[in-house]
């Protein structure tokens, strides 16, 4: 059985129950073991969550494992496996994921699917070869880039393009039934802080950020009944990064050792208690500070600012047509 969460570690104080109280809850990318998804999953489940659904699409074992826990512990669950690049995947499970959820859709969604880069030098040629022939290295070179950029293909097809289907479905919904509805996105500071080698995962990050205000112009009048905030969360220590654990030149800029998911996890539901319009177009940065053995969180806003400057050029000598 793949399920070695420390469940205990989930059940926060009353202080945070108004993140998930009497909520039904779906979040994407919550069936690998050790993830933050997983994390989120159990936070919501063990501290009031009126129903969990845990989607995965190649984790199918470990996300049936977890809903067997959270069912083993009088938690309403359901599993789903779905494609999030999928758009006929996504709408085939609407329909199940509001029967599993009692007729109605989510209240909370939280957009947490994401795959990580392998790493590679963005841009960089490959290093040379003793004794390598000319055809042999373009060969090599070819190989690289088709790999690459496939790799980063699908690093931001599985962000960009599932967090804008999963917004889609289920605002569209949330509108027509005049159901509230919060979501939450979850990004990284690595989108205003980008690492080398991850180009692909950098650039679906950033894209993220940007999705709460799309929603909010597209919503118009009915933009009240939607809220959408992003989280740039640090280095968690999962699946995906343990890679880095010791290699404080990775993520010892940022904090002082790696967050367990369940401290990401009470984080996230301390933010989520706040209330939604404090929430809405939010860009949400949590801090790791302190040392390794007095470690401290707290969140910040990130204010995305667009400044516009005149070129003194261009004004100086603008391009002028006038009407025939």
Known sequence: MAFTAPIDSFRFSDSYQSAFAGKRVLITGSGRDGGIGQ?????????????VGVHFHRSYRDGFD???????????????????TNTGDLWASRSYIVEQMGGRGP???VCNSGLTESGYRFGRALAEIDNESRGERRARVRQS???NLKESKEVVDTKVDGFLAMTHLWAGEAVYHKQPLQIVYVSSRQAIEPGVAVPGYVIANWA??????V???????ASDLVGACCLMLPFVRTGMTEAYAGNEKVFGRWQPRMLEPFEAAQAVAQLLTRPQEELDLGNFELLVEGTADDTR???SQVKLVVEE???????????AFAKS
């Open 145 to 147: 880039f088709l790999d």
């Open 309 to 319: 400057q005149a070129l003194p050029w261009s004004a100086a000598a603008p391009l």
């Open 208 to 213: 993220v950020l940007q999705l709460p205000q």
């Open 297 to 299: 969180l707290s969140w």
């Open 107 to 109: 209240d909370v969604v």
């Open 39 to 51: 994390a989120l999953a159990l936070a919501a489940g063990l501290n009031g969550a009126a129903a």
């Open 66 to 84: 977890l809903v067997v826990a959270l069912k083993e512990l009088g938690i309403q669950s359901f599993a789903l496996q779905a494609d999030v």
């Open 215 to 221: 929603l909010r112009v597209n919503l118009g009048r």
